[in-house]
């Protein structure tokens, strides 16, 4: 009898409406966020998995490649490979229009549907209600419970696979577990061989990047946040000699240069991460990082002059706010006077910052959102986003909104950054939206802003000029949604932006 993991195929699904959105972990944002969407990591580290555990597996990207499942089936067809399963990541915002089209795949060869992301993470029942033609959801990561999907002779085996939550006739039958991947420390390679690693481009200069994962899990408890929920508090690290390892086999194997540290919090640990500096600068190899950062884990100056020395560029930090009591409401546990020393050591080194500022968060009225616009100006960091706070389905800002009333909708389509979905204060999402629209405009605007960064402005220009043209025009303009400025980063996912030294 064949196994379903004969020849598992992993898709990223196609463009919604045009739009491309990344679909990786807890991040879920459209293209414009980042200036280019990320590589599928999830699906390059589950197909290396299925392919040590004897799959014949295929990955596609339809939306790199920007293909439709109907080019995917062709090709398909054309080389003779017939799948025994399908599995995608999708999220909040684009589960109805990835189902759909996954859909053509389900009825093309008969197969089951699988799927993973933060909406099975979070709200697992109410995701399986929304995807009816989905077979089952992977809660949390999702890795083992794929390799054990992949050893079932039939679907009538999925009870024996604890963290997922399936479909049994007309009833949903819940997860047991939250998945959490036993081999993370030891993971492989990921199978970067199955994409064309050209076709993700860091904006500004158009070079290739490529994805290394440093922890996971995050022992904070930010409201906003689905990042907890998907991975868990545990914070769990891989070792700086395998963290190296994976760097430079990205470099002599690819030519990759420029590497995406991905954690939510990559140098939570100083110990350990400053082992790694070591390692890596003990290496002497050609390469630069970025990643994400708390701005308390960046007041010691000798740590982060080591970053630096390492190959660190950029770091991203979430200030979210002026108030240290507006952050203390969203369990952010992070001081003012913190921000401002690792701003200083970040300059003093030269690491890039690039800063995130929710605006919109329950509580707050007009005059906060102003606020927040005059401090993230006058702590005057490298890059600024600013973004509306979105109560992202099982995160403990979810249920807030929800309690008090403060939901003016609850259309999984719009629970992204382009939407403001809540009420109160003064606040909806006229007033808020167009808050975001003066912040990038005072923010980007500013004569000695532009002086400072008229070198990033023009290699953006002449790399990505359609990018610079749309953000451009929705600083001077407005608009709905909401485009960052160079270098492009995301926003409360804690993602890091993606680009080169300078």
């Known amino acids: 009898m064949t196994v379903l993991g004969a020849r598992p195929l992993l898709v990223n699904p196609p463009l919604v409406d045009g739009v491309a959105f990344t679909r990786l972990g807890r991040c879920q944002e459209r293209e414009e ?32 490649s920007r293909e439709s499942v109907g080019d995917l089936i062709e090709r398909l067809d054309a080389e003779g490979f017939r799948p025994t ?26 197969v089951p549907l699988f799927c993973f992301g933060p909406h099975a993470s979070t709200a697992p029942r109410e995701a399986m209600e929304r995807a009816p033609v989905v077979d089952g959801m992977f809660v949390g990561e999702p890795e083992d419970g794929l390799v054990a999907l992949a050893a079932c002779e039939s679907l009538s085996e999925l009870d024996q696979i604890p ?22 420390a030891t993971a492989p390679f990921p199978a970067w061989d199955l994409v064309d690693l050209d076709q993700y481009r860091v904006p500004i200069v158009g070079r290739p990047y490529m994805i290394v994962e440093t922890s996971r899990g995050c022992p904070y408890s ?21 963290i190296v390892d994976e ?8 030519g990759v240069t420029v590497f995406y540290l991905w954690g939510d919090t990559v140098t939570l640990n100083v110990k350990t991460f400053s082992a790694f500096c070591e390692e890596l600068i003990a290496r002497r ?12 884990n960046l007041v010691d100056l000798a740590f982060v002059r080591r970053l630096r020395q390492s190959g660190c560029w950029m770091l991203a930090l979430g200030l979210e706010t002026e108030s240290d009591e507006t952050r203390n409401d969203m369990m952010k546990r992070l001081e003012g006077k913190k921000i401002t020393t690792a701003l200083a050591n970040m300059r003093a080194t030269g690491i890039r910052s690039f800063t995130f500022f929710i605006l919109g968060y329950p509580g707050e009225t007009p005059a906060s959102l102003e606020r927040t616009i005059e401090y993230a100006i006058s702590v005057d960091p490298d890059f600024a986003n600013f973004y509306p706070a979105v109560p992202y389905p099982g995160t403990a800002l979810y249920a807030k909104a929800r309690s008090h009333g403060w939901l003016a909708s609850e259309d999984w389509s719009r629970m992204e950054y382009s939407y403001y979905l809540m009420r109160g204060n003064g606040l909806d999402e006229s007033v808020v ?21 008229a070198g990033d402005l023009l290699r953006l220009a002449l790399t990505k000029g359609s990018a610079t043209w749309s953000f451009a025009a929705r600083v001077v303009f407005g608009g709905r949604v909401p485009v960052v400025a160079p270098p492009l980063a995301a926003p409360e996912q804690r993602t890091a932006p993606v680009l080169p030294p300078s």
């Open 433 to 453: 939206m167009e808050a975001i629209h003066r912040a990038r405009r005072r923010f980007y605007l500013r004569p000695a802003y532009i002086a400072r960064h």
């Open 85 to 110: 399963f399908v599995v995608f990541p999708s999220t909040t915002p684009t589960l109805a229009a990835d189902t759909a089209a996954m859909s053509q795949l389900k009825a093309r060869y008969g």
């Open 247 to 254: 760097m430079e086999e990205g470099y002599r194997r690819f």
């Open 222 to 242: 930010c409201d906003f946040c689905v990042a907890p929920i998907h991975q868990g508090h545990q914070f769990r690290e891989r070792s700086a000699a395998a």
């Open 163 to 184: 963290s997922l939550t399936f479909r049994l006739g007309d009833s949903i039958e819940p997860h047991r577990q939250h998945g959490r991947f036993a081999g993370f």
């Open 33 to 64: 966020v980042l200036g280019t969407t990320k590589p599928p990591y999830n699906l390059a580290l589950a197909a290396a998995l299925l392919r040590d555990h004897g799959c014949d597996v295929r990955l596609a990207d339809l939306t790199a």
């Open 285 to 296: 190899l050609p390469i630069q990082w970025i990643g994400n950062a708390r701005a308390d």
